[in-house]
């Protein structure tokens, strides 16, 4: 067990949204139980609850708890001439009784200071600040770094604690895929994950490293592609500034070898080609398969890939013959959020996809 190691249990992306789901459709009956996510930096936690909050049909607030004062919470006093007395305008980014129901995303709570997080604990524990309510059909998240990641964090006190449920949220490479081929992460960077699944997310409680690998700074470092072909320096002194200079010198060196292999869109037209011979080279091709295939999928680029496939089954490399095919089919059904979309369809009603399963069925059970 982790000196770090509160007790908390862990779940990945997707589990977390079904179960917190359906906490946020009873919130009506959960009385003031809120939610506190935590993880390392860059896992997701933030993009998690605006998944959850569109999968729900939630408005959704999120609160940077780091950049605001104790007042900004409670709001600014005004004078209540008829009473003789003081009263609190609430800030306008609080939900209002009229709005349709929501998330209430309170982000780097254990992060903030102090002062601030006294405000928010009076608005997690009662609901309310000063004369404001939070509406009864808004659910409270929270979220935070862990006490081991080098963030500047302080101990949540027990009664608000309790007043959680719990929850550290941890990285699935299957899920990232997933999301990545869906959100259009730079395909070679996908496969370079593939080859070296450890390096999605590589973070170390005691390294003095400020640049990481992580699922965000992938797809920070996604962004970089249009630079790749420009001005390879500038592209690697990016990657260097966003994943870390070990981690960017290795997809570089991946990357060399796209240069030595054929064009995918020869291979998927019948085209005359050499077939790749080393992992590395397998999985740039891959990647560079499916993204020819997804941007503009046909039955003839289908057809051809199945026979790019079937060349490595009697070879060392039979097994990625068998990923070749289930990674297409993860990647059009990701594009669309499901496996009968119409992508995926166009594969699994494919001849040479039924003759495959027939061929394989032993595999498949």
Same mark, same amino acid.
């Given at each position: ?9 862990k779940i990945?992306?997707e589990?977390?949204i079904?179960?917190?789901s359906?906490?946020? +459709? ?10 506190f996510?935590?993880?390392a930096?860059?896992?997701?936690k933030?993009d998690?609850?605006? #998944?959850?909050?569109?999968?729900? !049909?939630r408005?959704? =607030? !999120? %609160?940077?708890? +780091?950049?605001l ?9 005004k004078?209540n001439?008829?009473?003789?007395i @003081?009263?609190w305008i ?12 929501g998330?209430l995303?309170l !982000?780097?709570?254990?992060a903030a200071?102090p002062s ?20 009864d059909?808004w659910?409270?998240i ?5 006490l081991g ?6 101990? =949540?006190? @027990?009664?608000?604690a ?5 929850l550290?949220?941890i990285?699935?490479?299957?899920q990232w ?11 070679y960077?996908?496969?370079? %994950?593939?080859?070296?699944?450890n ?10 490293d400020?640049?990481f690998? @992580?699922p ?5 470092a996604s962004?970089l592609?249009p630079?790749?072909d420009?001005?390879i ?5 990016g990657?260097?500034? $966003?994943?870390?200079r ?7 060196a991946f990357l060399?070898h796209r240069?030595?292999?054929e064009?995918? #869109?020869v ?6 080609f050499?077939y790749p $011979?080393?992992p590395?080279q397998l999985y ?7 993204? +020819?295939i997804?941007s503009? +999928?046909?039955d003839? *680029?289908i057809?051809?890939?199945?026979d790019?496939a *079937?060349?490595?089954?009697? $070879? #060392?490399?039979?097994?990625f013959?068998?990923?070749l %095919? *289930?990674?297409l %089919?993860?990647?059009?059904?990701a594009k669309?959020?499901e ?10 009603n494919h001849p040479?996809y039924?003759q495959?399963v027939e061929?394989h069925?032993?595999?498949l059970?």
């Open positions: 067990m982790s000196e770090f190691d509160q007790g908390i249990p990945n992306i589990d977390a079904v179960l917190l359906t906490i946020a +459709t009873n919130v009506s009956s959960s009385g003031n139980q809120g939610i996510l935590w993880g930096p860059g896992i997701g933030s998690l609850v605006r #998944e959850l909050a569109k999968r729900t !049909d408005e959704f =607030i !999120d %609160i940077r708890l +780091t950049t004062d104790p007042v900004d919470l409670r709001g600014l006093p004078i001439e008829k009473d003789n @003081t009263e609430a800030p306008e980014f609080l939900p209002r009784a009229d709005d349709k129901s998330i995303f !982000d780097e709570i254990n200071p601030v997080q006294a405000a928010a604990y009076q608005l997690i524990l009662d609901r309310k600040i000063g004369s404001y309510r939070i509406p059909d659910v409270i929270a979220a935070g770094n862990r990641d080098r963030s500047i964090t302080y101990q =949540i006190p @027990t009664a608000l309790n007043r959680f449920t719990h550290e949220i990285v699935d490479n299957d895929y997933n999301w990545a081929y869906k959100n259009d992460i730079d395909p960077i996908i496969s370079f %994950i593939k080859y070296q699944p390096l999605l997310h590589q973070f170390d409680q005691h390294s003095t400020v640049v690998p @992580t965000r700074s992938w797809a920070f962004n592609q630079l790749r420009k001005d320096h500038l592209y690697l002194k990657l260097n500034g $966003t994943v870390g070990a981690v960017a010198q290795q997809f570089i060399k240069n030595e292999l064009d995918p #869109e291979i998927l037209s019948g085209g005359k050499a $011979t080393r590395d740039i091709t891959m990647g560079a398969l499916i993204h +020819t997804i503009n +999928t046909t003839e *680029k057809d051809y890939y199945f790019f *079937k060349y490595y089954e009697d $070879t #060392e490399f039979a097994d013959s068998v990923l %095919i *289930k990674e %089919i993860q990647a059009l059904s669309d959020g496996l009968d979309s119409g992508y995926a369809l166009r594969v699994l040479k039924k495959w061929n069925k032993q595999l059970l």
